[in-house]
Every structure is written in C-alpha cells, then in structure tokens.
C-alpha cells in the first residue's frame, strides 16, 4: 500500500504541466482505433485508466504503438479491423472505457466478454445498456445485465431517439458510438450539456453530426478517418493544483497547456465565484479544444452554492471543491449532484467522511454537500478508498492542515495523474 503524506505549506510557487485531458486520450485510442488510417496522438495520458482502453483494444486486434509515455500510433484499420477478442476486455477501474466501449461493441459482429476492478462492479451499466438493447444488440450480465461481467453479441442494430435521464457524456458517447454503426439515424437528449468532446472529436474525425442544446444526431454508416490529436492538460488534474494555490497562503502558480472546453470549465467559475483570484489566458486551440494557461493566487474565499446546469461541468472536481470550502468563510452548498453516488466510490459519502477526520464541518444531503468553514483542519490519517481524486483531494488538504494529511492505498492517483506527487514537490520547492 502507497502512503502519501502531505505538510502544512506556505508559498506554492511555479508554473508546471498537468498530464494530458483523461477523457480527451480515451477518446483519441477509441476513435483511432474504429477509423481508417494513422492516428497520431501526442500528450497522452499514460494513467492506468486509458492504459486499460489500449489493452482492450489491442486484444480486439488493433496495433497501438506507444512511441514514448505519452506519443502513440493507432493503426486503424476501419469498423471491421476490429476482430473478436479470444481473451476478456478488462477495463480496470474506468468508467469511460466500459461505457464508450459498449457502444461500439454493439455493432460489430461478435461476442466479447467485458469485466473489471471491484469499483466497476458496483457501477451501474444499465444506463447503457437499455438503450443498446432497444437498438438489437444482445447484451447480458449479473443483476439483469446491469453490472458486470457482461457478454456483449453484437451485430446489425439499428438507429433509436433516447432522452437520458442523467447528464452523462458517457451515455451520450456511448450512444452515439453506437449509433454511427446502426442503420438510419439515432438522436440523444440529455438534461443539460454533459462534456462534448466526443462531438467536437468525431467532427475532426470526419463525422458528420448535429448539434442542439441538449440533442446531439447522427446518422449511422459513417467511417471515421484518422487525424493527428494533440491532447491538452486535464482541467480536472489542474483543479488539485487550483485548490492547493488558493488554500496555501502567499502561494502563486501557473498551470499551462490546459484544456479549456466550457463543458469542464465549470470549477473555474466555482473558485471564482467563491472569491479566488484565478486568472485564465487562453493561448490556442488544439484538435477543436480551447487551451490556455491558468494562474491562481492564494485568496480568502467566501462560500458558495451549486447545483442545477453548472454541475456537469465541475462533476468530477467536487471532492477538492469541497476541500477548498472547508477554507471558505460561510457555508457552501453543493446539489443536484447525486451522480456522486455512482462515481469510483460514493462521492458524497467518502468526501464528507474523510473531510470530517480533519475537523471539518461537512453534512451530506441527498444530492450533494452542505459545508461549513473557515474551519482550521487537524492532522489525521485519511484513505483514498480506491479513488484517484478522494486521494488528491486529502493530500490537498493535508497541505493546510496543522500536522499534515497521510493518505492511505494512494497507489489509486495514477488512474489520472502519475506524476502527482511530484508536481506537488516541485511547487513546493517554488520550482518551474
Ligand atoms: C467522462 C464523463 C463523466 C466523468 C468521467 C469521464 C467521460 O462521467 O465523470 O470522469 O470521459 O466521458 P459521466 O458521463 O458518467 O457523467
């Protein structure tokens, strides 16, 4: 088991990468994978997530060449390069990689059986996998076909209109994955905007696609070809590093080449709204996503409240938010986030059970988190549960904390961001 311990800091400084967009680097192996040619991707996340989407791919029979960490080919070769698997599909921990792939599973001719970690297992695939079902593909697995493992039997399925209960790039992904192998047309609403780099990826890619609020359709037989995507830094990696600089007094940091998609920008808003001074120069666009560089200074923060079309946008940085709100002045109130319930672990439970061994004042509600700060946080020995972002938030904290933050079984951070306890030492050194 990896320890990470953290100390109370002052004066974070310097300007550092974060690894590459996680969501953005399963897409560019998925797509490559399923389109004619070479594609290029550079800045790739090499975390164990998208390292379990190469692997399966691989086992489906596509060449990936890693040239370094983070350069790869993938040499696709079409929809039907794709070949049945003679060994399982295991996904690890990832969420992205079971739901996107499920989606383009449905339409190819063959069995495949997909499994993965313990985590995996409690997460729910119905979401997905009713709607495949309605478009004819044939899959099943525990509980009803819920839950893993699954047996996917692919084939001819056919377009569907779905209007998903839940904002979830994931479901919409995985649909419109789908629905690019399915005879006639197939149409996916969702609530609110959930993040839309699978529509501005497969436009590169060649995809024809419309866009509306809340609808995305497509129209099924289209090929993809292959592009050169260059993967910006993951906004979601950068928010750790956001929260340390604002709650670690005299600290100034700059996180450059980040990517800055307004579906994902929404914890820029958030700290902003709660006061902290970050300042965000955009600096480009690379493969149709906004990127750009981002400087925090450490700021007294006031609480604030969150919920309705603004929590998709910041859904995976609510576990350090809720860290920075602990250092706020006044309550914060986060809602409309039940999701949380059915990330890696139960978001709203393991964020208010760890914060609360600091001293926090934190009560979980149905939907999301009530805090109360300023409150001064204790030492304490705090566990990650498994979870990459519980795990760097409690380090986050750990870095305000009068004795300092352990954080147990912290092996789970290099599911996003291998390099964080490095980047952490070096902004602490006041290094660039
Ligand atoms: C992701 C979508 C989000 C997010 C996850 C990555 C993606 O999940 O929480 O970390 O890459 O599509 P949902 O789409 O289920 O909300």
């Not at 609530?191 to 890619?205: G, N, V, Y």
Request: glycine fraction near 12%.
């Amino acid at each position: 088991m990896h320890l990470l311990k953290t100390e109370r800091k002052r004066g974070l400084a310097g300007a550092v990468h974060v690894p590459g967009d996680k969501s953005i680097s399963h897409r560019a192996v998925m797509f490559g994978a399923v389109a004619r040619g070479d594609t290029r991707v550079k800045g790739f996340l090499p975390g164990a997530d998208c390292l379990s989407t190469i692997e399966c791919f691989r086992r489906m029979g596509v060449e990936i060449r890693r040239e370094s960490e983070t350069s790869l080919t993938v040499k696709g070769q079409g929809w039907e390069g794709l070949v049945e698997p003679s060994r399982v599909l295991d996904v690890g921990n990832s969420g992205t990689t079971i739901r996107l792939m499920l989606g383009i599973l449905a339409g190819r001719p063959f069995y495949s059986a997909v499994i993965g970690d313990e985590s995996i297992g409690r997460r729910p695939m119905d979401r997905v996998i009713q709607p495949l079902r309605r478009m004819g593909a044939q899959v099943d697995g525990r509980k009803g076909g819920s839950f893993i493992p699954l047996g996917v039997r692919g084939g001819s399925i056919g377009g569907i209109s779905h209007r998903s209960p839940v904002a979830s790039a994931q479901v919409k992904s995985c649909l419109l994955l789908a629905g690019l192998q399915a005879e006639g047309k197939t149409v996916v609403e969702e609530p609110s905007l959930s993040r839309d780099h699978t529509e501005r990826m497969l436009r590169s890619f060649g995809v024809e696609l419309s866009v509306e609020k809340g609808r995305v359709s497509l129209q099924g037989g289209q090929e993809l070809t292959a592009q050169y995507v260059r993967v910006p830094g993951d906004i979601s990696s950068a928010a750790f590093l956001i929260a340390a600089a604002l709650i670690v007094p005299d600290s100034r940091v700059t996180i450059r080449e980040v990517g800055l998609n307004p579906t994902r920008t929404g914890i820029i808003d958030a700290f902003q709204a709660m006061g902290g001074e970050v300042e965000v120069t955009v600096t480009g666009e690379w493969s149709g996503e906004p990127v750009g560089d981002i400087t925090v200074s450490s700021s007294p923060l006031n609480g604030v409240e969150i919920g309705g079309e603004w929590i998709p946008r910041l859904i995976d940085e609510i576990p350090v938010l809720a860290v920075a709100a602990t250092q706020a002045e006044g309550q914060t109130v986060i809602r409309d986030a039940s999701e949380l319930k059915v990330k890696e672990t139960n978001r709203i439970d393991v964020t208010a059970q760890e914060l609360r061994k600091l001293g926090a004042e934190v009560e979980e509600t149905e939907d999301g988190l009530i805090i109360q700060g300023k409150t001064p946080l204790s030492g304490a020995v705090c566990d990650s549960h498994s979870d990459h972002r519980i795990g760097m938030a409690m380090a986050v904290a750990g870095l305000a904390a009068e004795d300092g933050v352990t954080v147990q079984n912290a092996e789970a951070i290099r599911v996003s961001f291998p390099e964080f306890e490095r980047t952490l030492h070096q902004l602490s050194s006041g290094g660039s």
